[in-house]
């Protein structure tokens, strides 16, 4: 497997495609302060992903997935180190700034969907553009074709309680997409969803890659959806362990079941 | 390739803050209510306590207004009555206000000018200030500090120099502190030793002048004299320097009838037969019947007839005892003369019998009993019909179909003795009945004006104790003030807990929104204005509450008098203070969850339970 691993740097340089950095950490380090005792989470991690790439990142639990996840998501600041987003230092962000930044160039789908319970699926959708300053009405009609791409513009006025695991993780992907982001953070899309409801959101994540040309980063146990990624991440420890394309990785997709298609 | 250019993300608009605060809100009903529930209590503890005071002071000013004629011709009374004594003459003195009637009055009595008196009434001042302190320090200590003496009296028990160094020392002991220092006291003893001879000459001024008065008037009673005042009586006072303003003459005059006919009626109540017949009318026990419960009886239309009635009635039962007692006692005599014959009558024809039973014994043994036997017979028949005679006399004889009836002496004697009694009670109040001239109209009038008056300082005692000391904000002691502090000390505490478990439980709704472009200030305002909204419905809730609460409250102290003080135009005010405070109390207990809220980082969202 040695063979295959190959450092960032070293493809950076190697690779001299013009291709856009959307993502780019150096030496990224983060560590916590927990009573005494220091844990450190990310041990210096660099790394360039570009515009239009569908990133897996995988790893254990503990391995400073989630914290990896956080930093690039411009949620929570480094110990040492830098993250440009688009070529913006996320560190010299004001709060405000960094406000700004979570709610037009990153969308966030998380494990829980993470809907707002009060809201219609369409009250859903529009937060983030009523956050952006979009007009209502435009805001209505944006919000409906987004349903309608994930396939659910005749429930916009379901609340989440009644709504599928699958539906709900729909929409709130059509919540991420609501001021057209530059890149999508994904934490385990599917997991807590079954194959066949998970195999309808890879769809639609690989869709929106393809079609709308979005950065997909998105941790994930689920091997079906490592088939379909560009590049796939690994980190353990802090470190990342390996960071290889997709042809360079035996995946093996089996079906489960007579229910698996695809 | 292009650099993306970061900016400060836009502000919501304030309407949309507002949507998205009430569709939260909406979900989450109960704990809102729960919130709105504590801003209306303590909102509404507030708006009683202030409708309540309002409604006080309004009564509080009525019954000034209403009282103001009894209390002066009370003040008349008193005054005509007995001389000034020294308590009063100080307490006069501390409230005299320069070239009022009192002022020329005791000027006039002492024979003293303006800087005189306004000596005196400083001293008198000061006097009240030390002796109320004094009041307020509890037998434990008068007693060692004054001896026996108490009130106004410890100004001329400490005027010897031994009792004065004993007081210092067991003040000194008791370690007792005043407003002034101890120096400034000793000041006033022998300010007050100065003026003794000029309060003096008053008192003198006004006994003799009280003297004059009474001469004049043949010593009638004060009220007497004051139900008969006219501008002859106006000058005879003014000519012994009494000041007795001639708007107020005809208003005494009128409330001294009030007064004296309502003297009369009580006297009525005096009577056996009268308590008898309230307590049949009431349908209450003998002992129960009191002055209260007679005014209320009569003073209705009905009430008033039946007293009328009544008095016309034990008027004709006198008239007719008086003509049927000579009459009777006559009788009796008569009748029990014929009995002591009857007696004597008896007696012979016993003894006759007798003689007469031995002569026929002697008769039979002589063998010719005939004669004899007829004698005794006769004899005997005789006797009998004398006792039988002797029997009605003494019994009487109850009506037959052919005999009228026959009132036997025992029967006579019985209602004699009935009569005599009733006469007794009813004679030594025979010139109340028969003096009674009062319409049924009258008696209703002043057994209303009577009980009115009752009712009016019953009012004015509740009045007072809410209307509170001097002084304090809105007429509410401090106690009550703190009260209403810790009631909404509790209240912003019970929302903030309220606000705090709403936040706790948002942490993944409020992280989510924060990835979602959610600014601080945005999270910050949310809160603070959901908890606004809540406080505003619950000010209003509680306004209305308080409102109706305070209303109730008057009403039950004061009755209806309170209906026609409520604070209705002040009520609108009052009530917008209320929400005002409602709102302020709850934006204030939401600045620290919604402070906890706003800090919460986003990456909270990714967490998972």
């Known amino acids: 497997m040695s063979e295959q691993t190959q450092s960032v740097e070293t493809q950076a340089e190697s690779t001299e495609q013009p291709r856009a950095v959307i993502i780019r950490t150096r030496d990224l380090k983060k560590s916590y302060q927990m009573g005494e ?36 998501g411009g949620l929570d600041s480094p110990t040492s180190g830098r993250v440009f987003i688009d070529e913006v230092d996320v560190a010299q962000l004001s709060a405000v700034e960094l406000a700004f930044l979570r709610c037009r160039k990153i969308g966030y789908i998380f494990q829980t969907y993470n809907l707002v319970q009060y809201m219609t699926a369409l009250e859903n959708v529009t937060v983030p553009m009523a956050f952006a300053g979009v007009p209502t009405d435009e805001a209505r009609d944006r919000g409906m074709g ?30 991420s997409m609501a001021n057209n982001p530059a890149v999508l953070l994904c934490d385990e899309p599917t997991g807590n969803l079954d194959l066949k409801t998970g195999a309808e959101i890879h769809n639609i994540l690989k869709r929106l890659n393809v079609e709308r040309n979005v950065t997909i980063i998105c941790a994930t146990h689920d091997h079906r959806l490592i088939n379909m990624a560009d590049r796939i991440m690994w980190i353990r420890d802090g470190m990342v362990e390996r960071f290889a394309d997709r042809s360079d990785v035996t995946v093996e997709t089996g079906s489960i079941g007579g229910e698996e298609n695809e | 390739m292009k650099a993306i250019d970061v900016k400060d993300q836009t502000s919501l608009p304030f309407s949309k803050c507002v949507e998205l605060v009430l569709s939260g809100i909406k979900y989450r009903l109960f704990r809102a209510a729960i919130t709105v529930t504590i801003i209306s209590l303590a909102v509404a503890f ?34 005509i009555s007995a001389p000034l004594t020294e308590q009063d003459l100080t307490i006069e003195l501390a409230g005299a206000s320069k070239s009022g009637p009192r002022w020329q009055e005791f000027a006039a009595w002492g024979n003293l000018d303006d800087s005189q008196l306004e000596t005196l009434s400083d001293v008198a001042r000061r006097q009240a200030m030390y002796q109320n302190y004094f009041a307020g320090l509890g037998e434990g200590k008068l007693r060692p500090l004054f001896g026996r003496a108490r009130g106004g009296e410890i100004f001329r028990a400490l005027q010897g120099e031994q009792a004065y160094a004993r007081f210092e020392e067991e003040f000194r002991i008791l370690a007792l502190k005043m407003d002034t220092s101890l120096e400034q006291f000793k000041i006033l003893l022998s300010d007050w030793k100065a003026t003794a001879s000029q309060r003096e000459a008053i008192l003198n001024g006004n006994r003799e002048a009280l003297t004059q008065i009474k001469d004049s008037m043949g010593g009638k009673e004060a009220k007497v004299i004051l139900a008969g005042a006219d501008e002859q009586l106006r000058k005879l006072l003014e000519a012994n320097n009494f000041r007795l303003a001639a ?126 036997q007829k004698a005794y017979d006769e004899a005997v028949e005789e006797l009998e019909s004398a006792e039988d005679e002797y029997e009605l006399l003494k019994e009487g004889q109850r009506a037959t179909d052919d005999q009228p009836e026959v009132a036997g002496l025992a029967n006579l004697k019985q209602k004699l003795k009935r009569d005599t009694e009733a006469s007794r009670s009813l004679m030594p109040l025979r010139a109340n009945i028969d003096s009674f001239d009062l319409t049924p109209d009258r008696i209703k009038l002043v057994a209303s004006n009577r009980m009115e008056q009752k009712r009016l300082s019953e009012i004015e005692a509740t009045v007072s104790q809410t209307a509170g000391a001097e002084g304090a904000f809105l007429g509410y002691s401090s106690r009550t003030l703190w009260l209403i502090a810790v009631s909404f000390l509790v209240c912003v505490v019970g929302i903030a807990n309220a606000m705090l478990m709403s ?46 609460l305070g209303t109730l409250r008057s009403l039950s ?12 135009e002040l009520t609108a005010g009052t009530a917008l203070v209320s929400m005002v405070v409602g709102v302020v109390l709850s934006a204030l207990a939401a600045v620290y969850p919604a402070w906890i809220a706003a800090r919460l980082a986003p990456m909270e969202a990714m967490r998972i339970e």
């Open chain 2, 46 to 79: 507030l708006m009683t306590m202030l409708t309540e005071s309002f409604v006080a002071g309004r009564v509080a000013n009525e019954i000034d207004q209403r009282t103001a004629p009894r209390k002066t011709f009370d003040f008349w009374v008193s005054r």
């Open chain 1, 37 to 72: 005792v220091v844990t450190e989470a990310l041990r210096g991690i660099a790394v360039e992903l570009y515009r239009g790439e569908f990133i897996c990142v995988m790893g254990p639990s503990g391995s400073g997935k989630s914290t990896f996840f956080n930093m690039v």
């Open chain 2, 557 to 568: 102290s004061y009755g209806w008098m309170a209906m026609q003080h409520l604070p209705w």
């Open chain 1, 146 to 175: 987004l349903l309608e791409m994930v396939g659910l513009d005749d429930r916009w006025f379901h609340k989440p309680i009644e709504m599928s695991g699958g539906q709900q993780q729909r929409t709130a992907i059509a919540r």
């Open chain 2, 247 to 372: 708007e107020d003459l005809q208003q005494i005059r009128y409330q001294a009838s009030l007064s004296l006919d309502a003297e009369t009626m009580l006297g009525l109540l005096k009577i056996g037969r009268v308590k008898n017949r309230l307590a049949d009318r009431r349908g209450a026990e003998l002992a129960d019947i009191d002055a209260p419960m007679f005014f209320a009886e009569i003073s209705s239309s009905k009430g008033a007839k039946w007293l009328r009635d009544l008095v016309t009635e034990l008027s004709k039962t006198i008239k007719q005892l008086e003509v049927d007692l000579p009459a009777q006692r006559a009788e009796v005599a008569k009748l029990q003369a014929r009995a002591a014959a009857m007696d004597d009558r008896i007696l012979k024809l016993q003894a006759n019998k007798t003689r007469l039973s031995k002569a026929l014994e002697q008769a039979k043994a002589d063998g010719n009993p005939g004669l004899a």
């Open chain 2, 503 to 548: 936040v706790t439980d948002r942490f993944r709704e409020i992280a989510t929104m924060k990835c979602l472009g959610a600014t601080d200030a945005y999270i910050m305002i949310n809160f603070i204005l959901e908890s606004c909204l809540q406080g505003t419905a619950g000010g209003i809730l509680g306004a209305l509450l308080g409102f109706v």
